[in-house]
């Protein structure tokens, strides 16, 4: 059950995945709390502006590597607008980082594209996080954030056509 607090951090995540599409990019947006609530770190998807690499999950692991000790990654919480892909998921779980709250997750995203007639460009296969990274605690989706995250990919999808 997701807290009070969670939910600006959340709130905030669907923030940067609005900035992330008007810029160009896919509308991913990730946040990253240490364990007394304070954000240290935040990022949106760059995968079009700067590389296909640079997701918002990865920026935040690799900043987490670089910064906090193994035992404040290990209590650190990542929360994002949509579930870790593949190489995100392995990201966080080699650097150590703690919890995973995601408002939609990788399934939701694919009914969302057969839905809109959208084919997957990705050259990798979706993964849920437990699958790629099963001992990393992850909650989501989260209901009614879903929807404000399915519009922007919606509105992703049309432009992308």
């Not at 150590?96 to 939609?104: A, D, E, K, P």
Request: charged share 25%; with cysteine.
């Amino acid at each position: 059950m997701t807290t009070d607090n969670e939910m600006i951090y959340l709130r905030r995540c669907v923030e940067l995945a609005t900035e992330a599409l008007e810029a160009g990019d896919e509308p991913f947006g990730s946040v990253l709390v240490d364990a007394d609530g304070q954000v240290l770190r935040e990022d949106r998807n760059r995968a079009n502006s700067v590389d296909a690499t640079y997701h918002p999950e990865i920026a935040v692991a690799k900043w987490a590597a670089e910064n906090m000790t193994a035992d404040a990654r290990a209590k650190a919480v990542v929360y994002t607008s949509g579930e870790h892909c593949a190489m995100c998921s392995a990201a966080h779980a080699w650097a150590g980082l703690g919890r995973i709250v995601y408002i939609s997750s990788s399934k939701q995203l694919g009914e969302w594209m057969d839905e809109m007639g959208v084919t997957s460009t990705s050259p990798i296969n979706s993964l849920s996080i437990r699958e790629v990274a099963p001992n990393v605690p992850v909650e989501g989706p989260i209901a009614g954030l879903d929807e404000e995250i399915r519009a922007l990919q919606q509105r992703s999808f049309q432009k992308n056509k």
